[in-house]
């Protein structure tokens, strides 16, 4: 990271609540107030402004707190910069200090920034050599640096994210095996070692996520096709979402890569945003992204075609003035020729070249006082763009503002500032709320990160990113609102992981520790469970996996939990909690000499049987008690357990103790269908069209 000069350190680090037009003149007035310029400032002097002035600054934007918070921010990196004097070891060749820290940058050739600090160095470097005042290209490319950074240290935080989310894909999708499955481990072993040397690589991570995407569209398309009766509009809705993820992580990588040209042209700016709400419907086809793309591509080779011609119209124009002032136009065009030369958008260059030109149509007293009403615009208009709703706020004031600055009219813009340092207050309050909401959902995470199960998981990836965004300095409108996203996705998981904890809570205190653990190994998605079994189960001939090349048992919506309970004439260990709940015996093994007296409900039930020679017994179940099937202590334990799965929201199990098979549906309103056999086969051959529809 380059280090800023020492007196632009607060600007740099405070300009998100306070405009740095603002501290840049609260910094320059304390400096000279002590007799020195702001560049001649160390580190006492600093503090002493920024505990005392800037503080008092800070305090029309923002509360007490907040301020004595950012201050004592910006005195930490204060502490870490070198003891000599701010800039004076670069002082000799600041642009040889630009290019070394512009290294860093030399992956991300295509960034807009990358392309413009390209054309700003390399007209800095020729003014230099021709003994000419660099300070504002100095400025500038201190600026864009300060600006990449920020975006690369956002697109780590965003990359960690997503690698999470593909490793977690990966984990379902590794018993597939194939290619794509290969491909996607070494794309994943190729993005955790970028992540550890703080790298970005996009290709690679687009490649990932298109390979994830196929494969989880794979393993949906299987299960659609093993249990189409009973799963089909609730697996169609699950392909729904996933098609709606992938598009619009599609249209997010749009929209940073095109950020430039969409600015360019509001036209397809809102082209854009009506994608975005399309996509918030859920109407948005990944098709129709790929369209965009390709009409976007077109469009900004027609732009850098259609900017190159008015460049070489406006230098042509401007080389036929005689006026002395022209050289921050001429340097302008200098650092437009060489960005679009690097196929790079000028549209602010052209922009300013245009108002040069047409500033100098007045007389020359008025065409400064013009230039200089525009270049304050640029910096206002520039400045808005970080601050969220700040720009649509002052877009028509600033419109007249630039009408009358055209027209040569003397044009006070302190009101707007003021707007603005009014949105940037809202957006540093905005900011504390979400900061205080990540804390909360971080700590909430922490008191339950030891239950097992997937929505616990994903909370857990989710506060790792949060705890990243939280770190993250001032952030662009983009890193806000994935953000803002992000808490409101680890909001509703806690609520969910809040729901299933009581429910543990419950199991807990039943059946103790060891049932918490094993009751949510059966709500793990993960796969974990299976490797675990006990007694392995042989996978049926309907094993929706069985194209797949799979070799767990049948996973239909929830993985299997091996359930081991001995027979009730032998005490089960201690270790057991589920021994007594699941307390079955072999149909063919004789009755012990003292069993277990079977209680009267179970009794009393009404009998329910498949017809002819079916080799699974069935049972029904309503709110934790046997209504009807044969007299039995282990069926009744299994309704216990339903009564849990039903109080976290699950509507199918399928489960092995040591003897026999289970599986359950859920019909709704507490009620459930149940069947045991001896194994998958004979389950499903027998009893799986009862569990579908309930016929016998």
Sequence with gaps: MMTAPLHQLPVKMLGDIVSARSLEKTLQDAALSRGLPPEDLNPATLEEILKREVYKRLLLNVSPGLAKKRIMDVLSEVAKQPTEPAGRSDAQNPVSALEQASKRFTLYFDWPETQRLRG??????????????????????????????????????????????????????????????????????????????????????????????????????????????????????????????????????????????????????????????????????EAAVDAWREALETARQRTLTEQREELAELAELLGQQGNQKLHEARVALDVARMTLQGGGLATEELRELRNVAQALNHSPERAERVLQGQ????????????????????????????????????????????????????????????????????????????????????????????RAQRRLGPMSPEARERYAQTLTDGEALLSEAHAEYEAAQKVTATFGEQALDDLLDVFDFGGDSLEETNAPVQASASNPWSSLSLDEPPARDLEHADLAAPSPATPPPAADPFAGLLGDVPPQTPAPASPVPASPALASVPALRLPGEARADIWQISRGEVTAGTSDAAAQGMAGLLLQAATLGLHRLDMGDATHVWSARSVGGGEWRLARAADWDSLDDDAGPWLDTGEL
Excluded: C
Excluded at 203 to 224: D, V
Excluded at 412 to 434: K, N, P, T, V
């Design 375 to 466: 270049r304050e615009l640029e910096e206002l208009t520039r400045s808005a763009r970080d601050v969220p709703g700040a720009a649509a706020a002052i877009a028509g004031p600033l419109a007249e503002a630039r009408q009358a600055i055209e027209r040569g009219e003397a044009y006070d813009l302190s009101a707007l500032w003021g707007q603005l340092e009014r949105h940037m207050s809202a957006a540093a309050a905005q900011r504390q709320d979400f900061d205080a909401r990540a804390d909360f959902v971080i700590a909430e995470y922490d008191e339950m990160r030891g239950l097992a199960g997937e929505t616990i998981q994903r909370l857990g990836r989710l506060a790792d990113t949060l």
């Design 120 to 285: 700003v160095l390399g007209i800095a470097r020729a003014e230099g050599e021709a003994g000419r005042n660099i300070a504002p290209l100095v400025q500038e490319g201190q600026n864009l640096i300060s600006q990449m950074e920020r975006r690369l240290e956002e697109g780590l935080v965003l990359q960690a994210q997503e690698l999470a989310e593909l490793k977690d894909v990966f984990a379902r999708v590794q018993p597939i095996g194939g290619k794509e499955v290969r491909r996607l481990e070494s794309l994943i072993g190729e993005l955790e070692e970028a992540q550890k040397h703080k790298t970005l690589l996009p290709a690679e991570l687009e490649r990932a996520r298109n390979i994830s995407f196929k494969l989880r569209k794979t393993m949906e398309s299987s299960l659609m096709q093993a249990d189409s009766v009973a799963t089909t509009p609730e697996a169609q809705s699950r392909m729904l979402a996933l098609e709606q993820e992938h598009a619009t992580r599609k249209l997010g990588a749009i929209q940073r890569d095109y950020a430039p040209l969409l600015r360019a042209r509001p036209d397809l700016e809102q082209q854009q945003e009506e994608l975005r709400v399309r996509q918030s419907t859920g109407k948005l086809s």
